[in-house]
């Protein structure tokens, strides 16, 4: 593969190319000095052309030189920034099994809540069908907002249960205290016959005599 199939960075690509350039014509100053022999045996002609091509050479030279510094720092900052965004992709990396950590956590969370043996689900509610009858305006409901309607109806129809009990207690202790009261009485009554029989014993003595 040819190197500039390999070298696609534009900075880069300059710098090959003023060094391919340079080459160039550092080759052919080369053989054109040896061509023209020793200098001093050139004719000036000759030597005018070199010192020119040397000028030129020269100025390449110099031209390659910021190229390849330009060249050098331009890489060092795409270093740094290729380091900067592989720290950033690391940092994605890591959050985003971070995310996937805690979908499984929720997911089995979810599961967990699912398979729950919840207690609302023993409770003795009264069947759906007699529910609804009882409470139409349910009929449209969704699953949870018809099971909150079912439990607060037995709430309040366990409320109204227990407070017809507490009455009915007061009812029976009521009538415990009158038949209490009563059996009292009666007892203070046998009690008073009991006394008044005592009394009358002599005057019915008295008649018996008489008699």
């Not at 090959?16 to 000095?33: C, E, G, K, N, P």
């Not at 001093?40 to 000759?46: F, K, Q």
């Not at 720092?73 to 950033?88: I, P, V, Y």
């Not at 959050?95 to 609302?120: K, V």
Request: glycine share 2%; net charge negative; aromatic share 4%.
């Amino acid at each position: 593969m040819a190197i500039d199939e390999i070298v696609t960075d534009p900075n880069l690509s300059l710098v090959l190319d003023a060094s391919r350039d340079t080459r160039v014509q550092a080759l052919s100053l080369v053989d054109q000095i040896a061509a023209a022999g020793p200098i001093e045996s050139a004719s000036p002609e000759a030597q005018q052309e070199t010192s020119k091509q040397q000028k030129l050479l020269i100025t390449n030279l110099a031209q390659l030189r910021g190229l390849h510094r330009a060249a050098y720092f331009g890489a060092r900052q795409t270093k740094s920034q290729t380091s900067e965004a592989r720290q950033e992709v690391d940092r994605l990396h890591l959050q985003l099994q971070n995310l996937y950590y805690e979908q499984r956590h929720l997911q089995g969370e979810i599961s967990a809540c699912e398979s729950y043996d919840h207690t609302y689900q023993k409770l003795p509610l009264i069947p759906l069908e007699e529910f609804l009858a009882l409470k139409p305006e349910h009929a449209d409901d969704d699953e949870n907002t018809l099971m909150i309607a079912r439990i607060e109806h037995e709430r309040s129809e366990r409320e109204a249960l227990e407070q017809k009990r507490m009455e009915l207690l007061k009812r029976k202790q009521k009538l415990i205290a009158d038949n209490k009261k009563r059996k009292d009485d009666l007892a203070n009554l046998d009690k008073e016959l009991e006394k008044f029989i005592d009394a009358a014993k002599p005057i019915q003595k008295l008649f018996d005599k008489n008699i």
